[in-house]
């Protein structure tokens, strides 16, 4: 069965330091999503794409977030400056084009912000 | 007001009980609405979604959208321990973007 691969599981970096997270959606789907999970909180929307830009983004994607699909399977999440408060579990997200289906979701990945 | 609401819980029923959980939506625009299951430390997982007002039956799950009350719910019929779970609503407008609710902890009991 088709899925969303997402890569590294776990990572750990320095506050400051850059990160990339990185997502395989599913082939023939056209939307693309990145949430996150803050320990014990909900699920956050962070930004959706489409078409190769972004179609929606939240308030939380700001300037030190970007995405990019470099090559026409990977989806990225890069964080320029990490921050302590961006410890999460990132998710990203994918589905087709059709009216009304869902969102399949990848495994996530553990930042940790040290 | 937040997109989505639901009662954190924790909700606790007897294996082989119905379990109710309830989800209320601010946007009468919205279109879609999912249900998801989240085991602790693990990704959502969708368990049935529903568009149209009434009642959608999956199995030993129940999806019940009332859009003139803004309200979408999710029975589960013989509730089975490996249930356990947080259970996430979640509704898509006119956007792309899906809303989720803080979920609901469930605990069936054995």
């Known amino acids: 069965e088709p899925e969303v691969t997402q890569t590294p599981s776990h990572q750990v970096t320095q506050m400051g330091q850059e990160v990339i997270l990185r997502c395989v959606p599913i082939?023939?789907?056209?939307?693309f999503y990145w949430y996150r999970q803050i320990l014990g909180q909900k699920v956050e929307f962070l930004v959706s794409f489409y078409n190769n830009e972004i179609s929606e983004k939240s308030e939380i994607f700001d300037d030190q977030f970007s995405v990019e699909r470099p090559d026409g399977s990977n989806f990225t999440l890069k964080i320029r400056s990490t921050k302590l408060e961006d410890s999460a579990m990132y998710f990203c997200?994918?589905?087709?084009?059709?009216?009304?289906?869902?969102?399949?979701f990848g495994q996530g990945t553990r930042l940790t912000v040290v | 007001q937040k997109e989505v609401e639901q009662n954190s819980g924790p909700l606790s029923v007897p294996e082989g009980a119905i379990a109710s959980l309830n989800c209320t939506y601010s946007?009468?625009?919205?279109?879609?609405f999912f249900w998801y299951r989240q085991y602790s430390g693990k990704s959502p997982e969708l368990i049935m979604f529903?568009?149209?007002?009434g009642d959608k039956e999956d199995g030993r799950f129940t999806a019940q959208l009332n859009k003139a009350s803004q309200y979408v719910s999710l029975l589960i019929r013989d509730s089975q321990p490996s249930d356990s779970a947080t259970y996430l609503c979640a509704v898509r407008r006119t956007g792309n973007q899906f809303y989720f609710g803080t979920g609901t902890s469930l605990t069936v009991i054995p």
């Open positions: 082939s023939n789907h056209l939307y």
């Open positions: 997200a994918s589905r087709t084009g059709q009216r009304n289906t869902e969102a399949f």
């Open positions: 529903i568009y149209s007002n």
């Open positions: 946007d009468r625009g919205s279109q879609s």
